[in-house]
């Protein structure tokens, strides 16, 4: 019965392609994940839009979306309405064959990084030796689309956001590649298959998750940061930061186009936390022995809504960073302690997990993140934004 | 020949002609970027499946945003009013157009001293891994020290001179 | 016509395109895009060989594109700082209207 239950959707699948001739069955059943795929995350994107407006509406005093349907929660049906509904408004000196691109651009390669993720127990489309690197690669084609995007609109505001966002996009990358890198090379492996297994073991009840080492938790905390950055979400929404540049790269964008910018990016933001949630948290591995009887794909779901609430939580917090405060803190602090944490998770492979490593591993990142900050704050680079005039 | 060797041949092609063709920088740069990706594609194709991703990293991610930053930095993007090929255009056409000859007759001369279709070999990981620490450690760490030198090296050439400083 | 044939041809042809634009165009950053996209045929003719070579469980091909590609990205990133500072003293990309040794 539990097997069943965590099997369900891999059974139908088999159940589903048995009635093709045999030829067919391999390109049914990818052609089957790729439909659900594509069906699934937006069904997300929706939920998440609601639970973000709601949530940031509780979080701000105000009560949110509560007139479409009961509670509100039909919005997003009325959202999709309407930007369907919307002229498709394209600036007159616009590069029209660019400025159509974008978008598309951005939503391929998005959905694209999903081919490789775990989403259950032997519930990925692909097995690849070298996903971990597919999923990047798919990563790094979005920067092209905010570029195209900001350049086509002939419009400032856009350039300007579309740079704003590459430097911030790259500058970040560097940090989310390094940061898993550590995984990598504790794993030795690059497939994400074989990363969720090796955290799939459990000592006294409690997991092998790799958060749960000194570098998983230093990762754990940079790929958090990095990955705030790279899908442009407070606080390091510059590049859209609405006070400053209307909307950034896509502020010539109206009707279903910009709904796939927004699109886009809420399923970047479900890509990225999977990865993440595959990396460090154990993907779809149960968080304790005694509840190991529950399907799989909750755990993924789980915990990937659980970084998504995470998101809308820090956007209800933090205000917004500075141009300067964001790149100092990417490659004066963010990135030298991700080299510091791949020599601690070299430590940690030559030493041998054990209570010795663990603590040795804790106290050299722990020194170096305290001496880091202390000597950013006292040079004023990272420290907490001062007000001239609003005081 | 397959029909997917034509079609990633067309995207390269393609693209790679735009890219020099196009008298707006930005849209040869993006020319080229679709060169850049049916490349990595036809590396994929031909089984070398770091190979094509790392493609994919270092040219769309990196090399092409690169491009496009300098573009925009030099005001590049801006009609100029001469043309886009310089007055010499005939002489280094015509030099290309050699070397294509050359190269492409000592193909089709070789062709028949040329291995035929193989069993498509395997680059797992594991093995790249295995032989970049192994036989290629040197090579990988010589590459490691030109890159540090390349990033330092960039960062001093561009770097703007501050004026009034020191 | 053999796969190695047809793969040899097309990382001709490339080049020699990359080889026209260098050797053409006016703006410093296309000469160079021009050179990246020799580098690549290049790249594509170390694979082909790899794939289709009599050792390629030994990789020697596969790992020189992966240099290679290493390699290229250094160049990219100091050939577009010089073109930077280029245009900074000289206010043109142009290649044409460089022609004095003499700032």
Redesign the interface.
């Known amino acids: 019965m539990v097997e069943k239950a965590d099997q369900i959707f891999v059974t139908l699948l088999h159940w589903l392609v048995g009635f093709l001739p045999t030829g067919w069955q391999h390109l049914a059943s990818v052609v089957v994940c790729v439909v659900v795929i594509i069906a699934v995350y937006p069904t997300l994107f929706a939920l998440a839009v609601l639970l973000e407006r709601k949530g940031l509406g509780r979080m701000q005093n105000r009560y949110g979306p509560n007139r479409v349907g009961p509670f509100g929660i039909l919005q997003p049906v009325a959202d999709g309405i309407k930007s369907l509904t919307k002229e498709d408004v394209v600036p007159f000196r616009a590069d029209a064959l ?1 400025h159509f691109m974008a978008p598309l651009v951005l939503v391929v390669a998005v959905f694209m990084g999903f081919a490789v993720l775990p989403m259950g127990r032997n519930m990925e489309l692909v097995d ?3 996903s971990l ?2 999923f ?6 979005t ?2 689309s905010v ?2 995007a900001g ?1 086509s609109s002939r419009n400032k505001y856009s ?1 300007l956001g579309a ?1 704003r966002a ?1 430097a911030q996009m ?1 500058s970040y ?1 560097v940090i989310l590649l390094l940061s898993s890198v550590a995984v990598v090379m504790i794993t ?4 994400l298959v074989k990363i969720v297994e090796a955290q799939n073991h459990y000592t006294w009840g409690l997991p092998h998750w790799f958060v749960l080492t000194p570098w998983g938790l230093m990762g754990f905390v940079l790929f958090v940061i990095a990955s705030t950055a790279e899908t442009n979400r407070s606080p390091f929404d510059l590049p859209e930061g609405e006070s400053e540049i209307i909307a950034g790269y896509f502020t010539e964008y109206s009707g279903f186009k910009f709904a796939l910018f927004f699109l886009g990016e809420y399923v970047g933001m479900f890509g990225i936390a999977g990865f993440g949630t595959t990396l460090f948290l154990g993907g779809w591995s149960a968080p304790l022995s005694v509840l190991t009887w529950v399907p799989s794909w909750i755990w993924f779901f789980g915990k990937v809504l659980l970084w998504i609430c995470f998101f809308i939580w820090l956007r209800g917090t933090l205000p917004r960073l500075r141009q300067d405060q964001l790149m100092n803190f990417a490659w004066k602090f963010a990135l030298p302690l991700t080299l510091l944490n791949l020599i601690v998770a070299a430590l940690w492979h030559f030493m041998g997990a054990g209570v010795v490593t663990w603590l040795v591993c804790f106290a050299i990142l722990a020194i170096a993140y305290v001496l880091m900050a202390r000597t950013g704050l006292k040079r004023g680079k990272i420290g907490p934004r001062s007000y001239r005039y609003a005081e | 020949m397959s029909i997917v060797f034509w079609i990633f041949a067309v995207i390269t092609l393609g693209g790679a002609l735009a890219a020099m063709l196009l008298r707006s920088l930005v849209h040869s740069a993006l020319a080229v970027t679709l060169s850049f990706a049916g490349l990595a594609l036809m590396f994929l194709e031909l089984g070398a499946q770091f190979a094509g991703f790392t493609q994919f990293l270092v040219y769309i991610g990196a090399v092409a945003i690169l491009v496009v930053f300098a573009i925009l930095l030099t005001r590049s993007s801006e009609e100029t009013g001469s043309g886009v090929f310089s007055p010499t255009w005939l002489r280094g056409l015509v030099i290309a157009a050699a070397v294509f000859a050359v190269l492409g007759w000592s193909i089709l001369n070789s062709a028949a001293a040329l291995p035929g279709t193989t069993a498509e070999p395997v680059a797992s990981v594991q093995q790249i891994g295995q032989a970049l620490m192994g036989p290629y450690v040197l090579p990988l760490e010589i590459v490691a020290v030109l890159l540090t030198s390349a990033l330092i090296g960039a960062v001093i050439v561009a770097m703007h001179e501050k004026e009034g400083a020191e | 016509m053999t796969p190695l044939t047809g793969y040899l041809l097309l990382a001709a042809l490339l080049f020699a395109i990359g080889l026209a634009g260098a050797l053409t165009r006016r703006n410093a950053i296309l000469v160079l895009i021009g050179i990246e996209l020799m580098l690549n045929a290049a790249n594509l003719n170390l694979i082909a060989f790899w794939r289709y070579g009599p050792h390629p469980e030994a990789l020697t091909g596969f790992m020189f594109a992966i240099f290679s590609i290493a390699v290229a990205a250094a160049e990219a990133a100091v050939g577009l700082g010089l073109v930077i500072q280029i245009y900074r003293h000289a206010k043109t990309t142009d290649l044409d209207l460089m022609n004095r040794m003499k700032g």
């Open positions: 660019v690849m030796d070298a690197l597919f990047f690669a798919m990563g790094a084609s920067e092209l570029f195209m350049w350039l740079m590459i790259i990358e030795g492996s690059l497939s």
